[in-house]
């Protein structure tokens, strides 16, 4: 029997060291598991940073092209103002210069009359208001 008692205490010791390998294999899970656990959760995390970034990025691009778009309608404000002063003064110009030539060809009696140029009273009604 003591072979079957040997035999026997060989197969309690193998039982043994594979019982130690499962626990230190079970060991390992545990811990694998718990890493991937934290990975998982900072993983989240930074999930969630790129999308706060993400979210602040297009906020400050919207924050620009807000501040573009104001100053192009400033700009374009301006434009339609100094068009419409240069449009005016064009006019103008081109009134005075007629009043010139007209008070250039008058003749001598409408003078002494001081009839006024039909382009003068335009230009007083136009202008002068």
């Known amino acids: 029997m003591s072979e079957l008692e040997d035999e ?8 043994k060291k594979r019982d130690k390998i499962i626990d230190d294999l079970r060991l390992e899970l545990a811990e694998c598991r718990g890493r991937v656990k ?13 999308n706060r970034l993400t979210v602040l990025k297009l906020d400050l691009k919207l924050r620009d092209v807000q501040r ?3 100053e ?9 103002i100094t068009k419409g002063l240069l449009d005016e003064a064009r006019e103008r110009l081109d009134v005075l210069e007629r009043v010139v030539e007209e008070f250039r ?8 009359r001081g009839r006024k140029p039909e382009s003068l009273i335009y230009y ?6």
Do not use: T
């Open 105 to 112: 060809c008058q003749g001598f009696a409408d003078r002494v």
């Open 68 to 70: 573009l778009e104001d």
């Open 8 to 15: 026997i205490e060989i197969l309690k010791g193998e039982i």
């Open 124 to 129: 007083d009604e136009r202008f002068r208001k």
């Open 38 to 50: 934290e990975l998982r959760s900072e993983n989240r995390s930074l999930q969630d940073e790129v």
């Open 72 to 80: 192009n309608n400033r700009l374009e404000h301006r434009i339609e």
